[in-house]
């Protein structure tokens, strides 16, 4: 996958604590990991805009979330960033209702589609964001509230000189633990090998979080996750496809 749209990693922020005892912020280089895409709308999409984004669109202006009364319910909440078009992400939705989705995605055709496609399925358990997910991360989403966070098919930068714009870097695993439970998965996928090896070094080396699959071992895709449209292209192009889930220990 390429097309898909994760955060820009830009203003995000974590807290650590200096000799003195405050909290001093540390934040993330700003460069783009995602191309914002532009696109024509359907009529569908333009009235999903118009008439289900008041019922299920987020805005980072209000501020943080109360996640219960988000949905009006308490019940686990999994965070997708960078659903592409949501097709994927509306079938996990219907198929674990029990469960509360937030997605994020920075193209407006995509979340057109992805509230329509909710709405004629009658769903009640999405919210999405149009807006950069590490804003949304920092402003919107209380810490330690996630039981899972979902990066699947990221743009690879595949390019060598491309790759300092991977959104999956020190900073970000750091910033996905804060808002993760103790106990919760952050789940990537991608069907670029090198950037598997790259995750798998990267969140190896993270501190609080353990390897679901064991030590260096990638994980099998999970029968919830959906094959999306970029998982068949890569494999129809003769790609591996490549799951890691780590979990937050501490």
């Not at 987020?58 to 501020?63: C, I, K, R, T």
């Not at 996928?189 to 030590?215: I, L």
Request: aromatic share 8%; with cysteine.
């Amino acid at each position: 996958m390429s097309e898909q749209t994760p955060a820009q990693p830009q203003a995000a922020t974590e807290n650590t604590q200096s000799q003195d005892g405050a909290e001093q912020p540390i934040r993330m280089r700003t460069i783009r990991s995602f191309v914002l895409r532009t696109g024509r709308m359907t009529e569908g999409q333009q009235l999903a805009m118009a008439n289900v984004w008041p019922r299920m669109g987020l805005n980072v202006e209000n501020g943080m979330l109360d996640l219960t009364q988000t949905f009006g319910r308490a019940a686990p909440v999994v965070l997708e960033i960078g659903f592409g078009m949501g097709d994927s992400l509306v079938e996990m939705a219907k198929a674990e209702p029990e469960k509360n989705y937030i997605g994020i995605e920075v193209h407006t055709p995509g979340v057109g589609r992805l509230l329509n496609n909710a709405d004629e399925q009658g769903l009640g358990n999405i919210r999405v964001f149009e807006h950069d997910a590490i804003e949304v991360l920092d402003k919107c989403i209380p810490d330690g509230s996630l039981s899972t966070v979902q990066l699947f098919f990221p743009d690879p930068w595949h390019k060598k000189k491309h790759h300092k714009r991977r959104i999956v870097k020190a900073e970000f695993a750091q910033a996905m633990r804060k808002k993760l439970k103790v106990g919760g998965v952050f789940h990537m996928a991608t069907d670029w090998e090198n950037y598997a090896e790259h995750m798998m070094e990267v969140m190896s080396a993270a501190e609080g979080y353990q390897n679901a699959a064991g030590e260096g071992a990638y994980s099998p895709q999970p029968e919830w996750r959906p094959v999306t449209k970029f998982q068949k292209r890569g494999e129809r192009l003769g790609h591996g496809v490549w799951d890691l889930m780590f979990e937050r220990t501490e």
